[in-house]
């Protein structure tokens, strides 16, 4: 009996731990707003269920912090750890299913969140890479038309009713959120529904590039090369931007275009520009990506923006007050993706101080989110003012140096545009010279594990957030 109690505490233990560790990575917004109101629930099979208090807190901790979370729990618990959040309502009715399990109309396969993992298993089962899921909320049903985007949606919409009938390849591109990510996972989703049995391979360019390398170096390259271009119906690509200079990804993902492209698969890719503006992109692949259809996505209308609002908040179960609704609209005019970032942000934190949702609420808790979409602050800015504070040039934390005090101060520049202006880990890595996120992580990490026991370096901390905020 007391080894049984003895093991039912301890996962709960560990999770405890883990979040300690979050604590001391995160600020005290972040942690008091969305990680302190976690509960643990359960550990089967390597797969640590938690429960947030509602869809704002799970939505917000699954597109902005888990890494960090899947990171924590991994020391946390001292070995690799799926990690899955439900909401609290729904703990009861959800802890029941296994591992392997979702409580989802949607296929197993689109559980949204395994342990990462590169397979290249080759079953007639549904096929996603296993680093990168698609996204249960991601459907096109809930993505929102308006003039900006109608074109792509319509394409979106054909392609995912008929794979590879026309529209291949399908190209969208825009600027950074504002839903391309949606709408390409959108057709993955609505392909899946349709036929379970379709071969849906969903992933970053940078994830094709890290499975291109580690089928090299593992020497499973028939392996790789049967699951994208023989396993494969549909292959969507987010950000293939990220090919650029990397001659033997390219080559390799160049014949796999073909492969697919001849046997009448559906291609379809997104990007942040149009393919021959690509710079580092060879000219047939960028020859190929215009084979199709290109469709381009703009920022959003103020009409646009506030119906993405009200959607986002009716499907979280509350009235966001019309006052608000315009308020924020007219304060985030280019990304979708902060537009509901600053929405989950906002009443999440209201949820937990207990306060009214009003303009002024708005106005006091989202000055970081508004300051990035003013352009008031910028990574630039962060970047150019760190540098000049350490006698440094922008380019060189930027670049490759690896000297101390270049390395320390383009820590502090990543720690600050991601405390700053709630820069994903992915676009700080990307900013700082085209490194990954886990590069970002693991700088942030370090900066605020030293300043904890570093006065000096709380002290600069302090002075460049200032001067920067009143710069604006």
Known sequence: MVAIQEFETQPADAFSETLQILKRRLSLFVWQGFFEPLHFVSLEHNTLTVSAPSSFHRDWIQNHYLVELQESAAQGFHRSIAVKIIEQATKAQNSSFGASQTPSSLPQSISPLKAPRLGFETNQAPIILESSLLNPNHTLDSFVMGPSNQMAYTACDAVAREPGAQYSPLFLFGPVGIGKTHLIQGIGLYALQKNPNARILYMSAEQWVNAYIFAIREKRFDAFRKKFRNDCDILLIDDIQFLAGKDASQDEFFHTFNCLHQAHKQIVVTSDKYPHEIEGLEERLQTRLSWGLIADIRPP?????????????????????????????????????????????????????????????????????????????????????????????????????????????????????????????????RFFGGRDHTTALSSIRKINEMKESDISLQTVLSKLEKSLLESC
């Open 301 to 429: 209308e103020i009409e646009t923006r506030m119906a993405i609002l009200d959607r986002k908040a009716k499907s979280c179960g509350f009235e966001l007050p019309k006052e608000v609704c315009h308020y924020l609209a007219s304060q985030i005019t280019t990304s979708v993706r902060e537009l509901e970032g600053a929405l989950i942000r906002l009443t999440a934190f209201l949820s937990v101080t207990k306060s009214q949702l009003t303009v002024q609420a708005a106005k006091e808790y989202l000055s970081p989110v508004f300051r990035r979409s003013t352009g008031a602050l910028s990574a630039e800015k962060i970047c150019d003012h760190v540098a000049a504070y350490y006698d440094l040039k922008s380019v060189e934390l930027k670049g490759q140096s690896r000297q101390r005090q270049v390395t320390l101060a383009r820590q502090i520049a990543m720690t600050l545009c991601r405390s700053m202006m709630a820069f994903s880990l992915p676009e700080i890595g």
